[in-house]
């Protein structure tokens, strides 16, 4: 598993932070299991109230992120699955997702935490969505870099334009 090394979480206070998650729709066990665990670490940092904002798919993750980012939020967690076909339709999503979400984080100086999943199959995914029986939990995982990073970049005295 791709978790082996990580990081022990270490909530920190993060009350002051505006933070929106934007969630995909497909694959709703393991959407359903990304969220709760993005309200997991929510809750963990002390973040009284965010904003939940669901989109068709994947693809859509980024330009609904740079959205929300323009409305002046300290943290935007994109959550999504993508799950390999038998076309190359799977790597061009996972690309364009990947490099939307870059984007807004970089032109906006805002941490986007990456909950993206992008799985060989089900089981895959399911092993990351923070589920009973899951090995990971990606949506917790993904929330609780972005909060820590939007600390840091508080500390530096740097915030979003």
């Known amino acids: 598993m791709s978790g082996h090394g990580a990081p022990a979480p270490a909530p920190v206070d993060c009350s002051d932070l505006r933070v929106a998650v934007v969630a995909a729709s497909w694959h709703t066990q393991v959407m359903d299991g990304l969220i709760a665990g993005a309200q997991r670490a929510l809750a963990d940092y002390h973040v009284a109230e965010h904003r939940l904002v669901r989109v068709p798919g994947a693809f859509e993750l980024a330009v609904v992120a740079d959205a929300l980012a323009r409305q002046h939020y300290d943290v935007v967690v ?10 190359p339709h799977f790597d061009y999503v996972c690309q364009a997702v990947t490099e939307g979400l870059v984007r807004v984080a970089l032109d ?3 941490p986007v935490g990456f909950g993206v999943l992008t799985c060989d199959g089900d089981q895959q995914a399911l092993d990351r969505a923070g ?10 995982e993904a929330t609780s870099a972005a ?7 508080k500390e530096l005295g740097t915030t979003a334009p």
């Open 131 to 140: 589920l009973e029986g899951s090995k990971e939990d990606k949506g917790y």
């Open 147 to 153: 909060l820590l990073t939007a600390r840091t970049l």
């Open 108 to 110: 906006r100086s805002l």
């Open 78 to 87: 994109a959550l999504g699955v993508v799950i390999r076909g038998g076309t």
